[in-house]
């Protein structure tokens, strides 16, 4: 089912969200925007089924370019004409790894909800509302990972940074680069960009798609499912606060140090009666 490829996905409303009267929402969508990512986030919500499912059942990719066979037409996407749709940036850090280290220190404490730098083992709750949904936009309709969306990756904190710290990215290899990776045989990289994929088919002429759909309405943010999540993130932390403080039971297990006090205690008296029976024997 074609709805696989987009069960964990993550669209943008711009004009809506940007409406919001929380400030620190808005400024952070217009972070986004600057990034160069809104042509992507925010293109056409349509959804081509049947061809998302052709595509990736008979994609490859041959020389960087990605083959497929959609209705028995043959498809190419190049990572020139990816850019070009979204109007992607191509100048700027090729790889996540090359962020600078300082802009992920700044990072941290930016997007901290208490002030104190953000572990980044930790989950998203130590962030920010806007941040946090920046966290699962980053993770859903960029990375596109599977799992737990709620845990702080570095991978997933590197793409916050790029975004929070203005850093110049050339986002249309990042992205490209994971596209190649969906439709590479044995990747473990989750299958996703359903709604970018069916823009670009939709561009190929005379190709047949079949019937289009309109994106869940609960997956696109808004200034609706905005207020939603902050509203749903409050309450689950207020009943997360509580269990914080709770104190894990006492062990009943024998404490470590009175395990090696016996391991000693044991070996010293065998040593001891080592040395009494050889002097019997003496």
């Known amino acids: 089912m074609a709805s696989s490829f987009y069960s964990n996905s993550q669209h943008v409303d711009f004009e809506s969200v940007l409406s919001l009267d929380d400030q620190g929402m808005v400024s952070m969508f217009k972070a986004l925007m600057a990034s160069g990512l809104a042509g992507f986030l925010g293109c056409p919500a349509v959804i081509y089924e049947d061809a998302l499912v052709d595509f990736f059942e008979n994609a490859s990719v041959r020389e960087g370019v ?6 028995g037409q043959l498809v190419e996407i190049s990572e020139e004409w990816f850019a070009e749709s979204f109007e992607l940036p191509i100048d700027g850090l090729g790889d996540l790894s090359e962020i600078p280290k300082d802009a992920i220190f700044d990072a941290r404490s930016i997007v901290s909800l208490s002030g104190e730098p953000v572990s980044l083992l930790g989950r998203k709750n130590q962030m920010k509302f806007e941040f946090r949904i920046l966290c699962d936009i980053m993770a859903k309709a960029i990375s596109v990972k599977a799992g737990s969306f709620n845990a702080i990756t570095v991978e997933k904190f590197s793409l916050i940074t790029a975004v929070v710290c203005s850093v110049r990215m050339n986002w249309a290899k990042i992205l490209f680069s994971i ?11 989750a299958k996703g960009f359903a709604i970018q994929i069916s823009l670009l088919l939709a561009n190929i002429p005379n190709l047949e798609l079949g019937a289009s759909s309109e994106f869940p309405a609960s997956k696109i943010l808004t200034k609706n499912t905005v207020h939603r999540f902050i509203s749903i993130n409050d309450r689950d932390g207020a009943e997360e606060a509580p269990g914080a403080t709770k104190q894990r039971a006492a062990s009943k297990k024998r404490p470590a140090a009175d395990v090696v006090a016996a391991v000693t205690k044991k070996k010293r008296t065998s040593k001891r009666k080592l040395a009494l029976e050889t002097v019997v024997v003496a």
């Open 179 to 189: 596209f190649k990776k969906m439709v590479t045989p044995g990747s473990k990289q």
């Open 66 to 71: 990605i083959i497929s066979t959609v209705a």
